[in-house]
């Protein structure tokens, strides 16, 4: 294979199944609850867990969850995240900068394999994973990923990485946009409630920096936004099994600020694109639990998804870590 002087981006999210099914369900769950960057249990104590009792149980149960927010274009997910690489192609077209762009998915399709062969061409590849904060449950886990798909290739590209932009100040401003967008069109919450997807608090203890990250995000975003400390609060969501995870639980707070008859805003910066963490879980189930426990109005700021301010920032991103010369201008 003949490598050109062409250069590629890789954009990669989390994933999802190819149908809402059963089937489909089971086989995501499976190569995603085998990664051992999300499960680092002993294998001889999790593969009978997830086989015998996780594989049987859930699939239906989130089949139906998928169900609730399939659109006509697939799962939410997918369908922002190729929407948001079109944008993309379209700034670098309008702003003559040579660079391939594809997508993939850490687990399902298009897979992180398929991305790379379609830049196979390309002299040097950035990968841009689409978690703004790292963790080695997301982000390292892309990058093992990319190296057991090279392992077997004889000549390699360059290959770079963009590790984070928990803190990016491109990021910052567009998720502040959002949230003014939003207060505009909207009458203003009591609280601003900033959700992140949650890791076990052992991943923590045990050097994982994504907490650090999520609290800087936040810190920045309410900084932005001339928030008091008693206007915003930074929770965690998602939360599996018995072990002890991040905290505050944003269920949990849920709870207390619907005692509290408040009203909130919530936004959740640690997702690239809606999916159904952020559709069903906050947009609706925990909005029920805030309702039912007594909480006045309650409003969802969607995530940035193809927001022209997000595509660029990636476009920023991705020029200046492949030292590109372009003027950055809105899509």
């Known amino acids: ?49 997830l086989h015998g009792i996780i594989l049987r149980v859930r699939p239906p149960k989130v089949a139906k969850l998928y169900q609730a927010i399939w659109t006509d274009e697939g799962a939410p997910l997918l369908a922002i995240s190729k929407k948001q690489t079109s944008k993309l192609r379209q700034f670098f077209r309008e702003n003559e900068v040579n660079v391939s762009v594809e997508l993939a998915m850490n687990y399902g399709n298009p897979s992180i ?28 886990s892309v ?19 963009v590790r984070d932009y928990h803190d990016h100040p491109l990021y910052i401003k567009a998720l502040a946009e959002s949230v003014r967008r939003h207060w505009q069109n909207n009458e203003r919450g009591d ?26 995000t936040a810190e920045l975003l309410a900084e932005e936004l001339g928030l008091s400390s008693d206007e915003w609060i930074l929770c965690f969501q998602s939360r ?20 509290q008859k408040l009203s909130v805003d919530v936004i959740c910066p640690g997702f690239s694109a809606d999916c159904l963490e952020t559709i069903e879980e906050i947009e609706q189930e925990n909005k029920e639990i805030f309702q039912q426990s007594g909480g006045q109005r ?17 476009a920023e991103i991705i020029q200046s870590r492949l030292n590109i010369q372009s003027t950055v201008t809105a899509v």
């Open 191 to 216: 609280r601003l409630l900033m959700s992140f997807h949650g890791i076990p608090q052992r991943y923590a203890t045990n050097g994982d920096p994504y907490p650090n990250e999520c609290a800087r």
């Open 240 to 259: 599996f099994g018995r072990e002890l995870w991040l905290q505050p639980y944003t269920d949990k707070t849920m709870e207390k600020l619907g005692q």
């Open 298 to 314: 309650y409003h969802y700021i969607p995530c940035l998804n193809d927001d022209d301010q997000h595509i660029v920032m990636m």
């Open 143 to 161: 990058f093992d990923r990319i190296a057991k798909v090279q392992a077997a290739q004889w000549n390699l590209p360059a290959m770079d990485f």
């Open 1 to 49: 294979m003949t490598i050109s002087n062409k250069l590629g981006v890789l954009l990669v999210n989390l994933g999802t199944p190819d149908e809402p099914t059963s089937a489909a369900v089971r086989k995501y769950l499976a190569e995603f609850l085998h990664d051992k960057r999300v499960v680092d249990l002993s294998r001889w104590i999790w593969c009978p867990v």
């Open 113 to 140: 394999s398929s991305g790379l062969e379609k830049l196979r061409d390309c002299s040097r590849i950035l990968v841009l994973p689409l978690y703004p904060q790292f963790s080695s449950a997301t982000t390292a």
